[in-house]
């Protein structure tokens, strides 16, 4: 168990539709990162906040933002979803300083139908 | 031309076997190097850390890194079926914390 808790594991939705997911990084972990897993696109950096701040943005959509919040948990929302946005979603976490390993919750799996 | 290159496998092995992963980068600014294991339907998980060259060791796992080739390994000693997973190598730079991923090597360690 990595200490990072991902929810929900699994979301079914429509295109067009809005969702959020949830991610609790381990405890005493300041930055957090989302990842898109996808089948042809390997996993793929796309966020990370750092105490609650914006610190570095990957290949993210416009239709997809994110916060991390005081209690240090974050949030990604993905809007007006595409069958393209299907994937698995990962987030990681890691320490203050920039040379600490990034440990990973095990996903939200996205599917659009 | 991707940043970090890994052969995708499947790679099929016996138990007990010596297994090689690698991979090669083209990006000369990384110095942190990390492998991570994933199964089906879970998250990557943290396997060896390194930073810049040399080698790490950690019980059947040994990690190599060579910066002038710009190519990484992963060894992993005595290859059991629970080591059937895909393995994933990732790197960062110095000025920032955004991992690069490879696709991944499918290992397949039969009894």
């Known amino acids: 168990d990595s200490g990072v808790t991902q929810t929900p594991k699994h979301l079914i939705t429509a295109t067009g539709q809005r969702v959020t997911l949830r991610c609790s990084p381990r405890?005493?972990?300041?930055?957090v990162y989302w990842y898109q897993q996808s089948l042809d696109q390997g996993l793929q950096f796309l966020i990370q906040?750092?105490?609650?701040?914006?610190?570095a943005k990957g290949n993210i959509l416009e239709r997809f933002s994110a916060q991390q919040f005081p209690d240090l948990h974050s949030e990604l929302n993905l809007s007006s979803l595409e069958l393209g946005d299907s994937a698995l979603y990962f987030c990681?976490?890691?320490?203050?300083?920039?040379?600490?390993?990034?440990?990973f919750g095990d996903g939200t799996r996205l599917s659009i139908l | 031309q991707k940043e970090v290159e890994q052969d995708p496998g499947p790679l099929s092995v016996p138990e007990g076997a010596i297994v090689s992963l690698n991979c090669t980068y083209s990006?000369?600014?990384?110095?942190?190097f990390m492998w991570y294991r994933q199964y089906s339907r879970k998250g990557p998980e943290l396997l060896m850390y390194t930073y810049s060259s040399g080698n790490k060791e950690d019980g059947r796992f040994t990690a190599q890194v060579d910066k002038s080739s710009k190519y990484i390994s992963l060894f992993i000693r005595d290859s059991q079926p629970s080591d059937s997973a895909t393995y994933l190598c990732?790197?960062?730079?110095?000025?920032?914390?955004?991992?690069?991923f490879g696709t991944g090597t499918r290992l397949q360690v039969f009894p």
């Open positions: 990681a976490s890691s320490g203050e300083t920039g040379d600490q390993p990034q440990h």
């Open positions: 990732a790197m960062s730079s110095y000025n920032t914390d955004k991992l690069i």
């Open positions: 405890s005493g972990d300041l930055s």
């Open positions: 906040y750092y105490n609650g701040e914006e610190r």
């Open positions: 990006n000369s600014a990384f110095q942190y």
